[in-house]
């Protein structure tokens, strides 16, 4: 196994989104109009929003505005895990909203169907696989993990499947698994950029009104509406959706509660067959594994792995740039987990690799709220688990608009916020001292210090 040479010809960019059908942006805006409803940002959250939007009420005049193009952030350069769970995870959501957590549960379902019935209903052709995932023990102390977190699921009817050492290396074949367990009903895998371009394409199709490189640089109240600008024109509006998630925030008051954190990925060329019957993997599940810095990845639709995570970093101030996604090390440690995890893959090099941000916030799942007096309502903060939580993180955001108490504007889950990072350099202080932390943990069989039980004894925490 050489890093350097598997490395050597992997280019800077995304491999979702570098694709020949990747649409032509659209134009920005030129000139001060008027809607009933506009939307900040074109990533899941935005166009989710748009489009509900619009099935509620096809008369109803939707503005969306992106400040690059539709999918290009986030929603064009995750995993493509778009799980069930509205909570970051069963076992974080039945810890934080024990009251609610079998409701929060069915709603995810239900929302996850909702979401495929959508893929269907407008012919979102983005790879939609439903093999599930699974969680995999690569350390003794996570086989136990593993086991009382699938006594859990089955408490609440998720279809999952305990796994031996023999029996998960069946499945996929590494040295490095001791055991897994795989959940059959609440992750499907799909291709994020395609989803994206999809629900942009539905939302057209609709009447919405889409305007891309339009950065929204203020917002604020206008009469019985509200007024956002940008340097090529400006939207009034009676309401606005805010889904700009790890971006600096149009809404001071959020600035305290969501920072970005950056995400590292590679992607190999396609295995050959002889590659891949080396590895088994018949069923495509996506495949992540337990320890505090983890591994996602999972097969593409022809054939290659995408491999991410481990490296959670986070720059001082909420910095975000072009040049962080760049970070050679992390690159070069991916490549060398990728193939302690596949030995047997030594041949293989890789052609893309890219980094992009997360919207953390402490409680790891999504927070919703309002402003200028109920004429705006965000959704941000999902913690890198935003594909499929987001449509009803747009619903909810919806209904919030209304005004009206709903079956989710009613839920604590939806009514309550995260505790808020503290101020620079405090922030950066925290942030790395829970790194340090984790990654000692990981380490050491699990055992973790004072300074992450003191964070448990107060709800607080940091994920990616």
Known sequence: MNVGRALADAQPRVFWLDRPERPDPLPPLSADISADLLVVGGGYSGLWAALQAKQDDPGRDVVLLEAGTCGWAASGRNGGFCAASLTHGLANGAARFPAEIATLETLGQANLEALLATIALFDIRCDVERTGEIELATAPHHVADLASGAALARSHGHDVLVLGRDEVRAEVDSPTYLGGVWHRDRTVMLDPARLAWGLRDACLSLGVRIFEHTRVTGLARAGAGVLAWSPVGSVRAGGVVLAANAFPPLLRRLRAYVVPVYDYALVTRPLSEGELASIGWRHRQGLADSGNQFHYYRLTADNRILFGGYDAVYHFGN???????????????????????????????????????????????????TAFGGRLAYATGFTGLGVGASRFGARVALDLLSGADTPLTTLDFVRSRPIPFPPEPLRALVINATRWSMAHADSHQGRRNLWLRTLDRFGLGFDS
């Open 319 to 369: 910095r975000m740039a072009p040049s962080l996604s760049r970070e050679a090390p992390t690159y070069a440690t991916l490549a060398r987990h990728f193939f302690e995890t596949f030995p047997q893959l030594s041949d293989v090099t890789f052609t893309h690799r890219w980094g992009g941000v997360v919207d953390t916030c402490a409680r790891f799942c999504a927070f919703f709220g």
